[in-house]
């Protein structure tokens, strides 16, 4: 391990992984999880292989978002990763829980070395892009991703109410200081529209999305709405069916910077 204690865990005999971007909030409820799943769903869209790393037993999980359920597959030498409707794979401790109502009561450390075993321990085939949906904050299991899976590049997901906090700060810091590429904002829940007349309702105030991005050298990659159809369509396990379009680019962005 480098003075970061980075020390990029090989690739199993069963994965051809080749990008790996993760998914990192200041605090919880800002939309993270609904955004790496998003990510993940664009760029499936777009024909690649895509696979879901969930690292956040906190919130609502990727797994209920995406309709699967159940433990899965395995043998002595690993975990398949469970397939989605549109071929998503996805790894999630929620899988692996008896009764999702459970709280995990495992300390950070416990919880951050079964993330890495996601990485060691999972087949999970060829994946274009691995999306890891981290839980909120810089605790141990950020810290954990960023130490051992190697990422080229994190999206940080906001709100407009949680950019007057330090807590955004912190984690592009957290990122900065591991030389991972912050690759921008998403900020989450800018806006209603309304859907007799159209206009873009700012429930939550002007956004400094944009200046706050500026003012540590980001760029704001997108802005997304505050949308009932969403959080329906996530709560029934159906977040595949989602078809607006949202990223206007935010894929292609991921693509280029990740790819080049
Ligand atoms: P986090 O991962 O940051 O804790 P989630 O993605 O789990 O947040 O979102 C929290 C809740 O808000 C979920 O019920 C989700 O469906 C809902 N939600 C997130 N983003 C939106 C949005 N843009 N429009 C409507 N509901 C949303």
Redesign the pocket.
Known sequence: PDKCGIDILPQNEYNDIKHVIAVM?G???????????LVALSLANKGYQVGVLDA?I???SIPK?FGVSGVPQHDENVMYAKMTEKGIKIMSLNLLLENEDQPVIWRGPIIAGAVKQFWTDVAWGKVDFMVV?LP?GTGDVPLTVMQSLPLDGVII?TSPQDLANMVVRKAVNMVNHMNIPVLGFVE??SYLRCPDCGKEIKVFGESHAASLATSMGLRLLEN????????EL??AGQIEKYDRELFKGLDDIIINRVTS
């Open positions: 909030s605090k919880g409820g800002v939309g993270k999880s609904s955004v790496s799943a956040d906190t919130g609502p978002m949906d909120p997901v989450n829940m997304l709405p505050i949308d009932p159809a969403l959080a996530s709560d």
